[in-house]
């Protein structure tokens, strides 16, 4: 499948990481806009998992993304 997340990553095991959790289809939209902006392979991984250490913190503290609020952020 072709999605913006596998132009960034090659392995299924990470892209399934990032298909789950909370944010998972913000993942894959911020994975398009970095694909559409042409951002480097490194640089936008570097980006999706700095996004993707959130999403699985969210996802261990249970909160799903109405959570989400400058004071969660802070939190993290």
């Known amino acids: 499948m072709d999605t913006s997340l596998a132009h960034f990553f090659t392995s299924p095991k990470t892209i399934s990481k990032y298909r789950r959790d909370p944010l998972a289809g913000y993942l894959e939209q911020y994975a398009q806009h970095l694909k559409e902006q042409g951002y480097a392979r490194q640089t ?7 996004l993707g250490a959130f999403n699985e913190w969210l996802a261990k503290r249970r909160l799903d993304t109405t959570a989400v609020t400058s004071a969660t952020a802070h939190d993290y």
Request: proline content about 0%; cysteine-free.
């Open 44 to 50: 936008g991984r570097h980006h999706l998992a700095v």
